[in-house]
């Protein structure tokens, strides 16, 4: 099964563990919905209490200081023992719901049974609402009085009509949170107004009486507006929670991931260290060793197999001390400890070089390297042996993959941004469209290499792609199957050092007379040379 077939399985799965994660989450919340008997979550249903009962506690004096104004003021057109009765009744009652509230605050959590406070709540806030609809009923044995206290009736009217209107303004304010409250707290009253005033039995009351209808509903549908924004408001807050917890519980993760690499690098610092100890210094004996006895320093062997098995001893240690350096390069690179040492340098001075050194290895297979250098390339600024190992790695790749009798071509040439750029192009199998992510990966070759080209590590274009990169460079590899593969890394524009034009013409040199320093008020002049006539020596006296 390849790469991309499990990704997509693996995705696939991840869709329906999260459908099925939402359908359990959706008919869970149904389910706590019909035993709730509300919308409203638990832990938002909690909060909307708790705000219930702390803004009562806090307006606790406000609400007796109004019924206490609305007392005084009903003694204008009642008997003031009614209004008194009245009063003591609203303290009482709120000092139950004070009470209740008290008890909520000190006692109630969010695990804790919220169907019974709710219960409690709404029996205190109706009795509360009943007490202050109780109102409506003071002097009300005054409707029939003379002519002469007909303003007082109508101003009383009025004044129970406005303060119908307060107090919906108010309990909307407190029980907004809680819808339930708001409708046993001010329907009692607004019933009690209307009631009233139709028994007036005139179109003005019949209008008020109407009017304290409509401002109920209105009042209703704000206090709706109001929760919905409470709830939006603890749902935002709650994702800030969980988001915060995510980010506590992902940066423990990062933390201890963090460590486990910085323990895993060190781990890969000591055991490259002692790999480039260990394995290099024998390598080097046995390749040393075996070039003597290749090369017969000290006589012919008296089996010409000896001679045989000697060039594969070489060969081999050859092959593993390039991997051994291969693999330090970039582990160096990928640690970051891998550090320029940059020159001047001529991009196509380097191509040439790198070309002299595989020619013979690119004759002995039969093919034909083309070098291709533009005309006057500006020089730039790179680490040498950096961009003579990309060119040889890529060149030798190129010679590498290419059957007998193909052609590879190295291109030297500027790029239209201003900077320059190093193509090998060859006539290779090419490599596979989805398998070019995995040539790019350390130790990837592709499949069809396998079959087409000798032997290798699949470290040449990962050490070529962070080598260019460290340059500040681009890699692109293009590769189309059975044409051939083109890779081309460039150079970008601050690299290439602009050429500087001479200060004179050459061949051309102007001679100079030294005279005095001009004054600093007269302008300098270009005086042309003269001519001196040399003066003749005395004759040597003997």
Not at 29 to 34: E, S, V
Not at 167 to 182: I, Q
Not at 293 to 319: A, N, Q, W
Not at 474 to 500: H, N
Request: proline residues 6%; contains cysteine.
């Amino acid at each position: 099964m390849d790469k991309e077939t499990r990704t997509e399985i693996l995705a696939e799965l991840r869709q329906r563990h999260a459908a099925r994660k939402r359908t359990d989450e959706d008919v869970k919340a149904a389910r706590d919905r019909l035993t709730r008997g509300t919308d409203i979550k638990p832990e938002f249903e909690f909060e909307l209490m708790s705000m219930f009962a702390r803004n009562e506690l806090s307006a606790a004096v406000t609400i007796w200081a109004l019924a206490a104004i609305f007392s005084l003021a009903s003694m204008f057109w009642a008997p003031w023992k009614q209004g008194c009765l009245w009063l003591i009744l609203v303290i009482t009652s709120k000092v139950a719901l004070l009470e209740l509230c008290r008890r909520f605050v000190a006692q109630a959590r969010p695990d804790s049974d919220l169907r019974v406070w709710r219960r409690r709540f709404i029996l205190a806030e109706l009795f509360c609402g009943l007490v202050w609809a109780g109102f409506a009923l003071v002097g009300m044995e005054g409707q029939g009085a003379a002519p002469a206290a007909q303003s007082a009736v109508f101003s009383s009217h009025v004044f129970i009509f406005a303060s119908l209107i307060v107090l919906l303004a108010v309990r909307m304010t407190f029980t907004s949170t809680m819808m339930s409250l708001l409708y046993v707290g001010t329907i009692p009253m607004t019933l009690a107004v209307s009631a009233r005033l139709l028994m007036l039995d005139e179109p003005f009351y019949y209008a008020l009486a109407t009017m304290a209808v409509g401002v109920h509903i209105y009042f209703v549908f704000l206090a709706k507006g109001l929760q919905q924004t409470t709830l939006q408001m603890l749902a935002f807050r709650a994702q800030k929670d969980i988001l915060i917890a995510e980010l506590d519980e992902e940066k423990l993760v990062s933390d201890e991931a963090r460590k486990r690499a910085e323990a895993g690098s060190k781990a890969k610092s000591r055991f490259l260290a002692t790999m480039s100890h260990e394995l290099r210094t024998p390598l080097n004996a046995i390749m040393g060793f075996s070039e003597v006895m290749k090369d017969e320093l000290f006589g012919e062997h008296t089996t010409p197999v000896y001679r045989d098995y000697s060039r594969d001893i070489y060969d081999s240690g050859r092959h593993l001390l390039q991997l051994i350096n291969e693999i330090l390069d970039l582990s160096r690179i990928e640690a970051g400890r891998y550090e320029l040492a940059e020159e001047r340098a001529h991009l196509g001075d380097i191509a040439e070089d790198c070309q002299r050194l595989l020619a013979l290895r690119a004759s002995g297979k039969g093919l034909q390297v083309n070098l291709n250098i533009a005309p006057d390339l500006s020089q730039v600024w790179v680490d040498v042996r950096a961009m003579r190992q990309i060119c040889l790695n890529l060149l030798s790749n190129a010679i590498k993959f290419t059957p007998k009798g193909g052609t590879v071509t190295i291109t030297v040439a500027p790029t239209p941004e201003g900077g320059q750029f190093l193509s090998v192009r060859d006539t290779g199998p090419g490599i596979p469209e989805d398998e070019i992510p995995k040539v790019l990966q350390a130790f990837g070759q592709g499949s069809l290499a396998h079959e087409t080209a000798e032997g290798g590590t699949g470290l040449g274009l990962p050490i070529v792609k962070s080598l260019i990169e460290l340059h500040d460079g681009t890699f692109d590899l293009r590769s189309e199957l059975r044409k051939g593969t083109d890779v081309c890394v460039a150079l970008p524009p601050k690299r290439v050092l602009a050429t500087v034009a001479p200060l004179q013409p050459l061949g051309a040199e102007r001679h100079r007379q030294v005279a005095p320093p001009p004054s600093s008020r007269q302008p300098r002049l270009r005086m042309p040379p003269k001519t001196t006539t040399p003066t003749p020596r005395p004759p040597r006296v003997a």
